[in-house]
Nanobody
Framework: QVQLVESGGGLVQAGGSLRLSCAAS????????LGWFRQAPGKEREFVAS????????YYADSVKGRFTISRDNAKSTVYLQMNSLKPEDTAVYHC????????????????WGQGTQVTVSS
């Protein structure tokens, strides 16, 4: 079992920055992947970024490349999502998730989910 708790959401003006955190507890192994997804009202949940629990492999959605950075601190069992140059279209509930089986951008591939944190970007 893996438990995930997100924090760091809030209201920010367009062009601003936020850093989301995802505190993980439970058994995490090198093959696990931690991902960030987001879901806006009326839209499907979409992949944002992912990082392996060990190694340097990261993936990003095209819509956030160059603006968002995913990182992790294994000692703190925490994954971060640094979001810069935020746009109103980034407004969504952001969820952290864990995939036991490797890299994927599909929500259905992820086994554990946090409750989410709201990010609102005003224009």
């Amino acid at each position: 079992q893996v438990q995930l708790v997100e924090s760091g959401g809030g209201l920010v003006q367009a062009g601003g920055s936020l850093r989301l955190s995802c505190a993980a507890s439970g058994l995490l192994f090198s093959g696990h992947v931690l991902g960030w997804f987001r879901q806006a009202p009326g839209k499907e949940r979409e992949f944002v970024a992912s990082i392996r629990w060990s190694g340097r492999t990261t993936y990003y959605a095209d819509s956030v490349k160059g603006r968002f950075t995913i990182s992790r601190d294994n000692a703190k069992s925490t994954v971060y999502l640094q979001m810069n140059s935020l746009k109103p279209e980034d407004t969504a509930v952001y969820h952290c998730a864990c995939n036991r089986d490797g890299d994927s951008s599909l929500p259905s591939a992820y086994d554990y989910w946090g409750q989410g944190t709201q990010v609102t970007v005003s224009s």
